[in-house]
DNA sequence: ACTAGGAATACTGAATACAGAACCGCAAGC
DNA sequence: GCTTGCGGTTCTGTATTCAGTATTCCTAGT
């Protein structure tokens, strides 16, 4: 079996978002580097090469002599990314071939049936949801904007993670992922970027209408 | 005035870029952090972190254990990006209220013509574009957007500065530019849009012709 | 002569140590 | 009473040091 040789600043970032997904930060909050460096167990040098990444992804703050922050959630950033992702996964659909979308097309239907049968708690929302847009992903051949679109995601689903008050949602979205495989499955790209950037508007939407008093500063 | 207090991981990165512009270094060159520290006049850690910053950003890899090394360049990747930031900059045309656009069409058709009239060149070409570019943006309200706008220019503009061979494309970009912008002043933002993925796209696939033998690999 | 093995070297990755800047509190002066 | 200057403390930012690992070169054996 090949054991697996991560650098420790990768298992620190990981840590970190792990973190920040559980609501085990409080976002906008400071970081003491010590602090934090020893309740993960490492040093302060990989620990600051991961917030050093985290910010590059705009998942952290940094100012110059005061440190790192937690990125604060905004509503205005959340609506910001919707838009965002959606314009990205339609483009990766468009750059995919036709056909081989229209293959992946049978499995998202599927997956979608699957995800509305389904009594789901939040980590399994987003599980499947991650594996649904994954699968939707698979044909398309632009490495760079797969890298990009899974970063601005990785934002998106900090929101999601912390906001989403409820189950309601799942019927629905399994709903919209049902829509986007239909028009797939025709070759309805069109059709298809369409439904795509209604689910992600709408989820954003939705996710904000139902956040209870939480975290978000504007 | 304000005197300026950037961290030293932030100048030491724009060191890094502008030698990655200039072709000071080769790409797929394997980085040696203490000759290079020395070089910059820094200790190792704070060009660690530059580099480490760059890496989140897809301009260097690095393998664990073997360390840091610049970005290939492959003609892959460039084609890739090209529909990346036409889809990204369209968006943000896409969320500019088309009032403010219309105001912008004028001064960006301004430009177009200045543009145009100018024996360019390398650096002026970049420049040009770069603030043609950001005059379009200027209107654009989402943060987010403009943030992954920026990065993703950065690797593209790379491919250019080491790739234009020569100045015959300027009058081509003119014309070009001057479109969007008559798009833009009479509202039509599909024209625009459309337009601006003419731009990126020939762009790319101009440069890729012209280059000489040269340090793409694939 | 060529290959395999091992030692030496060089470089990365992580930890620690140090210096310097930013906040907090208190006291003194206006 | 409010402001302003000073001192201490805490934390960041940078340098230095250490350990672990990959690579290379040399030697010995087939």
Redesign the pocket.
Known sequence: MPIERR???EQVRDELLARMRTGAVTPGE?????QLAAEIG?????L??ALIALETEGQID?E?????RFAALSAREFEELAPVISALEGLAIELSPVPEMQKLGVRLAALASDFDSESAAHAMIMTRDDEWHGVMLGACPNERLLALIATVRQSFHRYESLLVPDEAIVSRVAAEHAAIARCLIDGDIPGAREALEVNWVNGAKRILMQSSSSYLTD
């Open positions: 650098a420790l600043r400071g970081i003491n580097e010590v490492v040093s302060r040098t990989p600051r090469e940094s110059s002599g005061k440190g790192f």
